[in-house]
């Protein structure tokens, strides 16, 4: 497996954007630190987006990372784009530039007893409701049966807008490719929620992930986390990254304080964006 700072700096994605995905792709080195930049479209007209890290789906990782922190503001002013919207996550600050931003990491190589006790009261207590009103939890392998599944269940949520084709084109790599998982709650014969995580270095990383809020009283998100991390652990991952992302001060609500109640540890990421107006650069 290769050894690069987080899947978005590793090979194998950047093959993905590159020969899936028809993107341009730079790599940056010098003095310890290594970064990628992925042109594409933006919001705004004729402005084009530089992403460092993270892009088509959350869990990709760091795009700019410094082995020696005081290196990252020079580093990221001899690469960054003239012009553009330029975001990004970094492993250390870039002063004036970037934010902190946490995430969970749990620890999923313990034991099944220790972790379940680390979790709240009220997710132990759903993910035994969950199994025992029937929630079974199915590996999916098939890219075609993933997308039916995925758009079945993220067509009720008012922001989600993919490609079929481009979504399907990118799982048929990641499958293949031991980049994803994506694993399904059902119950009987339907599917009511699922989770597709990011698989790299021994890390988990829960990406796209939707349920059908009908079947809330089985518990079916609980479930499914609590048996994600033990296929996790069958096939030798030792973390779950959450994604329980938020900004510095900001309170924990809504998904993100489902997430917290996972037990875990804050990770610490930099989160930067700039929009520098001028020529297209490309």
Not at 64 to 77: E, G, R
Not at 232 to 238: D, I
Not at 244 to 249: A, D, L, M, N, V
């Amino acid at each position: 497996m290769e050894k690069a700072p987080s899947l978005f700096l590793s090979e194998r994605w950047t093959k993905l954007e590159e020969n899936i995905l028809g993107l341009r792709t730079e790599i940056f080195k010098g003095h310890g630190c290594v970064a990628k930049i992925t042109f594409t479209k933006s919001k705004l007209p004729m402005v084009p987006k530089a992403w460092m890290g993270g892009y088509w789906v959350s869990g990709t990782g760091i795009g700019l990372y410094c082995k020696d922190p005081s290196q990252s503001s020079s580093f990221y002013n001899k690469i960054k784009p003239r012009f553009g919207v330029i975001q990004g996550i970094s492993n250390c600050e870039i002063p004036g530039i970037s934010g902190k931003v946490f995430t969970k990491i749990i620890d999923i190589s313990q034991s099944r007893t220790n972790l379940m006790a680390s979790f709240t009261k009220k997710r132990r207590n759903g993910i035994r409701q969950g199994l025992k009103r029937g929630i079974k939890i199915k590996e999916i392998e098939d890219s075609r049966e993933a997308v039916e599944i995925i758009f079945e269940i993220k067509s009720k949520y008012a922001y989600w807008n993919r490609s079929r084709e481009e979504t399907e084109a990118v799982l048929d790599y990641c499958f293949r490719n031991d980049l994803m998982k994506l694993l399904v709650a059902y119950l009987d014969n339907e599917p009511v929620a699922e989770a597709l995580f990011t698989l790299w270095n021994k890390r988990m990383t829960y990406s796209i992930s939707g349920h059908k809020r009908e079947y809330n009283w089985y518990k079916p998100m609980d479930a499914l986390m609590w048996q994600s991390m033990m296929w996790g652990k069958r096939k030798g991952f030792k973390e779950l990254d959450i994604m329980g992302g938020y900004f510095e001060g900001q309170a924990k609500s809504g998904i993100n304080k489902f997430k917290s109640e996972f037990g875990g540890s804050l990770e610490t990421r930099y989160f930067f964006r700039e929009i520098r107006f001028g020529p297209l650069s490309f």
